[in-house]
């Protein structure tokens, strides 16, 4: 088959690199986010250079430009790789065998664009992802494949991604393909009486609130880890909170939510609703990541000081 990929990152890459070493069909081209100055090249770019597969980037794919040199490929299908731009149905419906489509959930569940976050931050304890043949709707066409993934009790977004989906994800992605080049593979309607969909995952979406429940901070914090950053404030300064993990239940509530319990080189100790979490780095806005050890130093925190007031 003659494929295109749309996509971008590492994940791209990676399904650009895969296609490519097992010689089964074509790549014609690798549609890429456009280049930036005076920053790196996107990694399916330096991919699709080294292997010599023909490079084209586009401020929108939705341009006419975009759509005819699509069209002019004669693609027989399109894997969609980690796209974050608008694809229009006229590049979508063009190939000879259609589009698949990774998204890291078990569709209808987690539609969006974070779909990784949230399942996360709910608590939930699995999760997985999609190959399915998009459509004019937002993550609603039918199934070709799903395989699971099991959100572990510390599992962050960060983890999660990068352990578990992204190389499941790669995988699926190949056999999908294969399944098309084989006339196996499988169109299943989506049941929208259990769709659920949710937007970005903001800064704003994270905000902390130190009266909440143990677990809800933890996931909060685990679900945003890198991406967004789960945050609070000290001092009138918004800080960003990662590599959190729990603390030895306590048979008392704490007096005061938000407030610095301990302090050490492994951490601090923050009071929830109900218990308290540790946290083990810290970002101040506009700076890098830090150890908690780091940061409070350079903070001037000290035991009893509170967050988010």
């Known amino acids: 088959m003659n494929i295109v990929i749309i996509g971008q990152s ?10 490519a070493e097992r010689d089964e069909d074509q790549v014609v081209g690798v549609f890429a986010p456009p280049r930036r100055e005076n920053r790196p090249l996107d990694p399916i770019t330096e991919a699709a250079t080294e292997l010599e597969v023909p490079i ?11 759509i005819d040199k ?25 190939p000879s065998l259609g589009t698949i489509q990774y998204h890291p959930s078990l569709l209808p569940l987690h539609r969006g664009p974070s779909s990784i976050n949230w399942p996360i931050i709910y608590g939930e304890t ?12 937002l993550d609603t066409g039918p199934v070709l494949m799903q395989k699971n993934a099991e959100i572990e009790p510390d599992e962050t977004l960060g983890s999660l991604y990068f352990n578990k989906l992204y190389p499941l994800g790669v995988e699926a992605l190949i056999e999908s393909v294969d399944l098309v080049r084989t006339g196996n593979a499988p169109k299943i309607v989506q049941d ?29 914090i685990r679900g945003a880890d890198p991406q967004p950053g789960a945050n609070t404030t000290f001092n009138g300064t918004r800080v960003s909170l990662y590599d959190a993990s729990l603390s030895a239940p ?6 005061e939510t938000g407030h610095l319990l301990a302090s050490g080189e492994s951490g601090i100790t923050i009071s929830t609703g109900d218990g ?28 009893g000081d509170s967050f988010g007031s």
Do not use: H
Request: proline fraction near 3%.
């Open 250 to 255: 306590s048979s008392s509530k704490p007096a």
């Open 10 to 19: 590492a994940f791209g890459k990676s399904v650009l690199e895969a296609l």
């Open 70 to 94: 699509f069209k002019s490929l004669e693609p027989d299908l399109c894997v969609m790789a980690f796209v974050t731009d608008i694809v229009p149905m006229e590049m979508i419906d063009c």
């Open 126 to 137: 699995e999760t997985g992802l999609t190959i399915f043949w998009p459509d004019k709707g």
């Open 276 to 303: 308290s979490v540790n946290i083990g780095r810290l970002k101040t806005a506009g700076r890098k990541k830090v150890s908690a050890a780091e940061w409070t130093e350079s903070a001037g925190a000290k035991i």
């Open 192 to 220: 929208e009486s259990k769709a659920t969909y949710e937007g970005w995952c903001k800064a704003e979406d994270v905000d902390v609130d130190w009266s909440a429940s143990t677990s809800a901070v933890f996931n909060m």
């Open 56 to 66: 084209f980037e586009f401020k929108r794919l939705r341009d006419q430009e975009a």
